[in-house]
């Protein structure tokens, strides 16, 4: 049926071939329309124009157009072998499977499929891979791990590296994650294992940490896998969660020991240095009274040496004058009492109650230091006391 056939329900506005109903909508293609430009183009690529009379074209143009095609799909073929390699990228040139050079970050030109191919791995990007315990509760996890006291752990830790050879990284193993994985899987469960569960909780981790880090990259390097290992982070240390009770508690008790023990140490380190120094300031005020009872004692015996050489040259005037000394150190320290000599009113000289504070303090303190002696009251002679008397003006009167 051609598509200018009104159809079989005699509608001739209907030039549907299916027989479209009267009232059915109208296509959003006009068919009709969409004919006639291609008989339209027919007559131009046709051999004596169309039906229409359209405009003639020469049949020695249609020859080239294979060639134009087939040159403009080179053109893009060849196109095809330039490629950029990013800033943080390296290109790895592969000529029918082999490596035949290294593209620095810039543009560049390889020959098209398939006689060269190129790769271009991120070198320059930090990369990370979180291992170990994930949450689940899969009593088989990865990160279940044995401890050197016997304690089960489930340990979850990162792996942070960069890719330093980009070759290897592509060539040497078929997966390098899951060899990284691995390796560092195996280098924590081989510190687990001599580690006891308090260096893992406390203060353990970052030697852990260290040699996680130095035994993977051995690992690596022995597998030339091209990546170089900048740190190994322990994420998550904890105990599995059937034993989570009794764990907690028993680290509290750990906790409460370490605070007891803190506080003692506080303490000592209060008592321990005020100790000390009462102790430095009774031994500096031992050698200070040492040096002192030194010191006198050399003086006592340079005074009495140079008295002896005194004496020895003149003992008369040494006695008296050593006499005198001493009856005056003796007599300061007594009552003075003056008599006349016909046994008049007698005068009393420095009574005690007229001595000033002052003096009385200082007399005191002279009878203290002053050694122990007893001397007698002076008693008037019955026939001479010239030696004591002292005449005074008026007794008579």
């Given amino acids: 049926m051609p598509w200018s056939d009104p159809g079989g329900n005699g509608n001739k506005n209907d030039n549907n071939p299916w027989g479209r109903r009267p009232n059915a909508q109208k296509p959003v293609f006009d068919i009709q329309k969409i004919t006639q430009e291609l008989k339209k183009l027919g007559g131009i690529f046709g051999s004596g124009g169309g039906r229409s009379g ?8 249609l020859n080239f157009i294979p060639f134009v095609v087939i040159a403009v799909l080179i053109l893009f073929w060849i196109a095809s072998g330039i490629y950029v390699v990013g800033p943080d990228e390296e290109g790895v040139v592969l000529r029918f499977g082999k490596e035949v050079g290294i593209s620095q970050p810039g543009l560049h030109y390889r020959l098209p499929f398939p006689f060269e191919r190129v790769y271009l791995p991120k070198v320059a990007q930090s990369r990370r891979l979180v291992l170990g315990y994930s949450g689940a509760a899969d009593s088989l ?8 006291d016997g304690n089960v752990v489930d340990v979850r830790f990162a792996v942070q590296y960069r890719i ?10 078929t997966n390098p994650e899951q060899l990284i994985s691995y390796c560092a899987e195996s280098a924590m469960r081989e510190l687990v294992g001599r580690s006891k569960i308090d260096d893992l909780l406390t203060s353990g981790k970052g030697t852990i940490e260290q040699q996680a ?22 994420l998550e240390v904890s105990p599995p969660k059937v034993v989570q009770p009794a764990f907690t508690e028993v680290t509290a008790a750990r906790e409460d020991m370490e605070r007891a023990r803190n506080e003692a140490q506080a303490y000592a380190s209060s008592v321990i240095p005020k100790a000390k120094g009462e102790a430095a300031a009774m031994v500096m005020n031992a050698e200070g009274y040492k040096q002192q009872v030194v010191d006198r004692a050399k003086g006592d015996s340079a005074r009495f040496t140079d008295i002896l050489q005194a004496y020895q040259k003149n003992p008369k005037v040494v006695s008296e004058r050593m006499y005198l000394r001493t009856m005056q150190d003796i007599l300061s320290h007594t009552q003075k009492v003056i008599i006349e000599s016909k046994g008049q009113p007698v005068i009393y000289l420095h009574m005690p109650a007229r001595i000033p504070a002052a003096v009385t303090s200082l007399t005191s303190s002279a009878a203290v230091t002053a050694p122990a002696m007893s001397v007698a009251p002076p008693v008037a002679p019955a026939t001479n006391p010239a030696a004591l008397a002292v005449p005074v003006s008026g007794a008579n009167s």
Avoid: C, E
Avoid at 141 to 148: E, I, Q, S, Y
């Fill in 213 to 234: 880090q130095r035994i993977t990259q051995n690992l690596l390097s022995r597998y030339h896998v091209g990546v170089s290992v900048d740190t190994v982070q322990l």
């Fill in 141 to 148: 996890n990865p990160g279940m791990m044995l401890t050197a």
């Fill in 54 to 61: 359209g405009p003639k074209m020469d049949r020695k143009w």
């Fill in 164 to 173: 330093t050879n980009a070759s290897h990284y592509l060539f040497a193993t």
